[in-house]
């Protein structure tokens, strides 16, 4: 069964400490993965694609990193702004761009 | 660009109106739309999948005649929850995506609250 697990489900940080935020997917056939940050009562906000292993992406104190069976979004010296809820969506190679997403990981950035 | 506009972003009706959302895809040409339900501190739940001019496809239970959707046009889809009830109050949310890309480029959402 396709599947995408993130984690931690949530993950509260000091501003200026970085961490990483786990994004492992087990599916048929991967076209590529999303990453997406989204604020409370808004909706999702497109950041990031990856396509094949190997592959990084920056933005900002953001970077995505893509390996065969994870996908990790790092913050370097997050700050209180970057406070969100960080969405992870796989898009399946077959089946018409079927769509996964993760449950999200919550991000609380204290001053 | 890849700017999705939502309306209305919030609504509150009485039980037994219909509601009807608006998503408008502004710079490019939206060939296929997506409706998502969020539960609170929940992620996105897919309602249905529509491609410009066919029926939308409704993932499984999910029921169709309580929620409308047209894709008349490239740029407009509408999503009409018919006789509101109460647990039919939620946040929903609208993507639209390009044809030829896998990028859902999402509204801003709908906050839909039945007294």
């Known amino acids: 069964e396709d599947q995408v697990t993130q984690s931690p489900e949530a993950l509260r940080l000091q501003e200026g400490e970085s961490s990483s935020l786990n994004c492992s997917y087990t599916v048929s056939g991967l076209r590529g993965l999303f990453w997406y940050r989204q604020d409370p009562g808004k909706g999702p906000e497109f950041l990031f694609t990856?396509?094949?292993a190997g592959e990084e992406k920056e933005k900002e104190r953001l970077k995505a990193t893509l390996t065969k069976k994870e996908s990790f979004l790092h913050i370097t010296a997050p700050k209180p702004e970057d406070s969100a809820t960080y969405l992870c969506a796989v898009v399946l190679s077959t089946g018409g761009f079927k769509t996964i997403f993760g449950a999200g990981t919550r991000l609380f950035v204290k001053a | 660009g890849a700017v999705v506009s939502q309306h209305p972003s919030r609504v509150i009706c009485k039980s037994g109106t219909s509601v009807k959302i608006e998503c408008r895809s502004l710079?490019?040409?939206?060939?296929?739309m997506f409706w998502y339900r969020q539960f609170p501190k929940q992620s996105l739940m897919l309602m249905a999948t529509s491609n410009e001019g066919s029926k939308a496809t409704y993932e499984q239970g999910v029921e169709k005649d309580k929620f409308l959707i047209n894709h008349a046009s490239l740029t407009l889809s509408t999503l009409t929850v018919t006789s509101a009830h109460p647990e039919d109050s939620s946040f929903y949310i609208c993507?639209?995506?390009?044809?030829?890309?896998?990028?859902?480029?999402f509204g801003a959402g709908t906050r839909l609250s039945v007294l």
């Open positions: 993507s639209a995506r390009e044809r030829g890309s896998s990028i859902q480029y």
């Open positions: 990856l396509y094949s």
């Open positions: 710079d490019f040409q939206a060939t296929t």
